[in-house]
């Protein structure tokens, strides 16, 4: 069994900044990748920011240059650290990874989510 735990979040004034973890635990063999995605109030889920096991590192449009996404392989975590954030910025902020349980089988696991506000 793979849980997501999410910290961080709150309540933030517009241009402010927050950080987001993500821990892992549990039956892992290796993580391939973590990221995290977002899902407002009427809209779809989307893509934030992914890295892999390597390194290798992917945003979304609308928030290049604002946020970064790290991870810790020895620690089984993730962060995402958002600044300047907007008032659209506003969502749960779901942490997702792509974990192998042993040698041969993996899946995708979800965290509850944690909620973003930014709000004068």
């Known amino acids: 069994q793979v849980q997501l735990v999410e910290s961080g979040g709150g309540l933030v004034q517009p241009g402010g900044s927050l950080s987001v973890s993500c821990a892992a635990s549990g039956s892992i063999f290796a993580i391939i990748a973590m990221g995290w995605y977002r899902q407002a109030p009427g809209k779809q889920r989307e893509l934030v920011a992914t890295i892999n096991r390597g390194g290798g590192i992917d945003y979304a449009d609308s928030v290049k240059g604002r946020f970064t996404i790290s991870r810790d392989n020895a620690k089984n975590t993730g962060y995402l650290q958002m600044n300047s954030l907007r008032p659209e910025d506003t969502a749960v902020y779901y942490c997702?990874?792509?974990?192998?349980?042993?040698?041969?089988?993996?899946?995708?696991?979800w965290g509850p989510g944690t909620q973003v506000t930014v709000s004068s």
């Open positions: 997702n990874a792509k974990i192998y349980t042993d040698a041969r089988t993996w899946d995708d696991y």
